[in-house]
């Protein structure tokens, strides 16, 4: 009876943790994140959504004037840079969601 009872809870358990991931998944697609690459008039910057669309890209007029290489470049670190924000929200909402539980350190690692 008491491993019944053993499974039960894990059963329990199981589903509240599904149930807390679907709500960081949700509360992460509302996310909002601006990254940025250049400085001053030669600046790039991309507006993402924590499901990894672009919202938005800003463009500084004076950047115009630049080799089209340079804006390349400058959009790229942009789009670059706001994937990297996003990613560190992530990893700290699974963290706070797996706060408490003996999950080993490496299935939480990126690979």
Known sequence: MDMNKNINNLMQ???KMQ???Q???E???KLTVLGEAGAGPIKVQVEMNGRHEV???KITPGLLEEEITLIEDLLA???NDTVRKIEKAS???ISQLTAGLNI???FLKDK
């Open 77 to 79: 670190a942009a789009v």
């Open 23 to 25: 709500d960081a998944q």
């Open 104 to 106: 080993p350190p490496e």
């Open 19 to 21: 149930q807390r991931m």
């Open 27 to 29: 509360q992460l697609g």
């Open 55 to 57: 919202l938005r890209v």
């Open 13 to 15: 358990e199981a589903q």
């Open 91 to 93: 990893r700290e909402k």
